[in-house]
């Protein structure tokens, strides 16, 4: 992987899953009850019946079918919702254990310490990429034009703008566009490395903060090493 440097230029101008609903206690109790009573006074018809005009025996059957479609339906949710629960506890742990971690996402704002910030580029062909840095108020710090590769790059700023100035440490925004030799349009996508600095376990599923910003576990592409390449 390449690295591209941002260097100064003189100018003159100054980014539901759904569940299903579990049955609640009350409405167990109620079922519960409900059938019991059916069973008892079915139990009272059949010992008092006519014999001469018997109950009908498909009707109670049915009903009795009902009930028990009814209560196995109740059994099915309740496993659900403890099914639903102990995900939302794998989820929890996973994310807690990406707190403090390096890790790489697709994103364009990265955190600017020491003077020093980095993104990466990725482009499908050879191309001239334009870049523009802007702080946390939208002021455009630097801007400048580059030859990008194929692949996966890297590229780092110093943190001073076109003029020389040094731009305080801060999180910064790269907003970037390419185009090829024949000054055709090519897609072009950013990636930061940063540091997971908390994660919100109230959101389902729960979100990680990375620089300002909330990422879900599934948008985290690589994790890596302190001090190491944030290649692949």
């Known amino acids: 992987m ?8 003189p100018t003159t101008a100054g980014t539901t899953a759904s569940t299903a609903t579990p049955a609640t206690g009350a409405d167990s109790t109620m079922i519960a009850s409900n059938f019991t009573t059916f069973l008892t006074l079915l139990t009272t018809q059949l010992k008092n019946q006519n014999p001469l005009d018997p109950l009908d025996t498909n009707q109670f059957t049915q009903q009795l079918v009902q009930f028990a479609q009814v209560e196995q339906q109740m059994k099915s949710n309740d ?3 403890t099914l639903v629960s102990l995900d939302k506890a794998a989820q929890a742990t996973t994310a807690l254990a990406y707190v403090g971690a390096n890790v790489v996402v697709d994103g364009s704002t990265a955190n600017v310490t020491n003077s020093k910030g980095s993104w990466s580029f990725n482009v499908t062909k050879p191309a001239t990429a334009t870049v523009t840095i802007k702080d946390s108020t939208g002021q455009t710090a630097y801007t400048g034009s580059f030859a990008v590769n194929p692949g996966s790059q890297n590229f780092s700023w110093d943190g001073k703008g076109n003029d020389g100035k040094q731009w ?4 910064y925004t790269l907003s970037a566009s390419a185009v090829d030799a024949s000054k055709q349009s090519v897609g072009i996508s950013t990636e930061v490395t940063a540091t997971v ?3 919100d376990l109230t959101q389902n599923p729960p979100l990680l903060s990375i620089n300002g910003q909330n990422f879900t576990v599934d948008k985290i592409k690589r994790i890596v090493r302190q001090g190491a390449s944030a290649s692949s």
Request: charged share 10%; net charge negative; glycine share 6%.
């Open 79 to 81: 496993q659900l919702s």
């Open 168 to 171: 305080p440490d801060g999180n």
């Open 2 to 9: 390449s690295t591209i440097t941002a260097t100064p230029v």
């Open 197 to 199: 600095d908390s994660v």
